[in-house]
């Protein structure tokens, strides 16, 4: 009786001793696939943007700063496009602008592309100064307008640029742009209304 039952153990603990080395096995099977698939996967990293100083978003106000820093990008992304990149030109303007103005801006952007597309006519602005208004949430910039016919830079003119923005909660959108006019006789800039530095007939 005794030797029954200790062979019935020994097969029960045999038993168990198996199971547990299937189970160490797959468990290793499982630790190494994953050790493989974790070394092969694309690894993503964020990077922070180089700033010379903290900025916080408040929905009380917006920052000096910040309004400086988008002022400064979007300034190069509306001014600088040539017939190759017109298409994403719009596009990533119209990304940033506010929803409420979307439908004209979109026009006037239109006729951009409508009178460049396909020819050979280029422009690039070069930013000499920054000025933003956080109060009035708006923003120039002065600088030179490059225009370009094939290779050959054609003129370079002193321009002024104006950005007038909205803001709500922490998002800063573009409400419009363009062309700063010279004093007029009440004294007072007047906006020419037109988009991307386009020069009216």
């Not at 694309?42 to 920052?63: G, K, N």
Request: glycine share 6%; proline share 2%.
């Amino acid at each position: 009786m005794d030797l029954s039952i200790s062979h019935a153990q020994a097969q029960r603990l045999l038993k168990q001793r198996n199971l547990l080395a299937i189970g160490c096995a797959a468990l290793f099977g499982v630790s190494v696939l994953l050790t493989l698939t974790a070394a092969n996967r694309e690894r993503e990293v964020v990077l922070q943007p180089v700033l010379a100083r903290p900025l916080t978003l408040s929905s009380s106000h917006i920052d000096k700063d910040y309004l400086e820093f988008v002022t400064r990008d979007a300034a190069l992304l509306t001014l600088n496009r040539s017939p190759s990149n017109l298409q994403y030109w719009m596009d990533s303007i119209l990304e940033i602008t506010d929803p409420r103005t979307h439908g004209r801006m979109k026009a006037e952007l239109m006729k951009v592309f409508s009178e460049q597309n396909g020819s050979n006519v280029s422009q690039y602005f070069t930013i000499e100064k920054l000025t933003v208004d956080p109060e009035g949430l708006t923003s120039e910039v002065n600088g030179i307008l490059h225009t370009v016919v094939g290779s050959k830079e054609v003129t370079d003119e002193a321009r002024t640029f104006r950005f007038v923005w909205s803001y709500s909660g922490v998002s800063l959108k573009l409400a419009g742009f363009g062309q700063v006019t010279d004093k007029g006789a009440n004294g007072k800039d007047a906006d020419r209304q037109n988009t991307a530095g386009r020069e009216d007939a």
